[in-house]
T-cell receptor, first 113, second 114 residues
Framework: KNQVEQSPQSLIILEGKNCTLQ??????????LRWYKQDTGRGPVSLTI?????NTKSNGRYTATLDADTKQSSLHITASQLSDSASYIC????????????FGDGTTLTVKP | EAQVTQNPRYLITVTGKKLTVTCSQN?????MSWYRQDPGLGLRQIYY???????DKGDVPEGYKVSRKEKRNFPLILESPSPNQTSLYFC?????????????FGPGTRLTVT
């Protein structure tokens, strides 16, 4: 069964600090991986998308990496802000069925002043 | 404004009373999808549609129906709701069927079935 596992489940950091969130997947054949940010009670918003040929993708203070060989991705947040407090979700799509998305359970990030 | 809208945003209903949650997008997107989100389980795909009159099951389709008669609308139908369908529901759309474009999510519908 295709799965996406994220770690840690939750994380608390101080404002201004950096952090890294992890995503491991077993989805195959891999098509693309996307990181979403979801504020409490709202719909997810896309941060980055990467295909198997891409290693790094940045969006402002967010940098995602992908290692398609080990099936691992990470999301690095630089100089965190209070507004970064949210759930971060890793989503993987298979090449053979572009319509289906497999979501990780998310990492809940809390940034404290 | 480009957006995905869902109605209603909040709904409390009783077991067995048929209901429909509407989803509409104004971006001429081909792809639309429904998800449910439960604490500790993340987002799970219910149904998706690659285009008009084309729908397919996601990971948790039991107890739900959908239709795609027009490109902009993708309603979610619960013929006989049960308490285990109490959840937060999101509709999403995407410009293409390839999966390489981001999905735009609606604001969510919080459903409670008693």
């Amino acid at each position: 069964k295709n799965q996406v596992e994220q770690s840690p489940q939750s994380l608390i950091i101080l404002e201004g600090k950096n952090c890294t969130l992890q995503c491991n997947y077993t989805v195959s054949p891999f098509s693309n991986l996307r990181w979403y940010k979801q504020d409490t009670g709202r719909g997810p918003v896309s941060l980055t998308i990467m295909t198997f040929s891409e290693n790094t993708k940045s969006n402002g203070r967010y940098t995602a990496t992908l290692d398609a060989d080990t099936k691992q991705s990470s999301l690095h947040i630089t100089a965190s802000q209070l507004s970064d407090s949210a759930s971060y979700i890793c989503v993987v799509r298979v090449y053979t069925n572009a319509g289906k998305s497999t979501f990780g359970d998310g990492t809940t990030l809390t940034v404290k002043p | 404004e480009a957006q995905v809208t869902q109605n209603p945003r909040y709904l409390i209903t009783v077991t067995g009373k048929k209901l429909t949650v509407t989803c509409s997008q104004n971006m001429n997107h081909e792809y639309m999808s429904w998800y449910r989100q439960d604490p500790g389980l993340g987002l799970r795909q219910i149904y998706y549609s690659m285009n008009v009159e084309v729908t397919d099951k996601g990971d948790v389709p039991e107890g739900y129906k959908v239709s795609r008669k027009e490109k902009r609308n993708f309603p979610l139908i619960l013929e006989s709701p049960s308490p285990n369908q109490t959840s937060l529901y999101f509709c999403a759309s995407s410009p293409s069927r390839t999966g390489f474009h981001e999905q735009y999510f609606g604001p969510g519908t919080r459903l409670t079935v008693t």
